[in-house]
């Protein structure tokens, strides 16, 4: 069954928020989510906010196709407000 998503790919927006979230709780986050690899540039950072939870998470999707979750970013002030995209996941 499918998930009704939205996604927003700005990132301008994203370095905003990276801004906000700050370096030691970005490094924190990647160990925690035992991301080894870290992203080496902007492209493929995505943000998504699932709607029957209302979470807004930060995502990164490496060349190989694997998304990996990397922080919550419900309270941080850096969210966008335009440029969402609706999309069915499964």
Same mark, same amino acid.
């Given at each position: ?27 924190? #986050? @990647?160990?925690?989510?035992? /991301? ?5 540039? !902007? ?29 919550? #970013? @419900?309270?941080?002030?850096? /969210? ?5 995209? !609706?999309?069915?996941?499964?």
């Amino acid at each position: 069954m499918s998930k009704v998503v939205f996604r927003n790919y700005d990132l301008k927006a994203i370095k905003n928020l990276l801004k906000e979230i700050g370096q030691e709780r970005y490094e924190g #986050a @990647l160990k925690d989510a035992d /991301i080894i690899q870290k992203p080496l540039s !902007m492209k493929g950072f995505y943000i998504e906010y699932e709607c029957k939870t209302g979470n807004i998470s930060l995502y990164h999707r490496y060349p190989s196709g694997i998304s990996l979750f990397i922080i919550d #970013a @419900l309270g941080y002030w850096a /969210i966008p407000h335009h440029g969402w995209e !609706m999309l069915r996941v499964k």
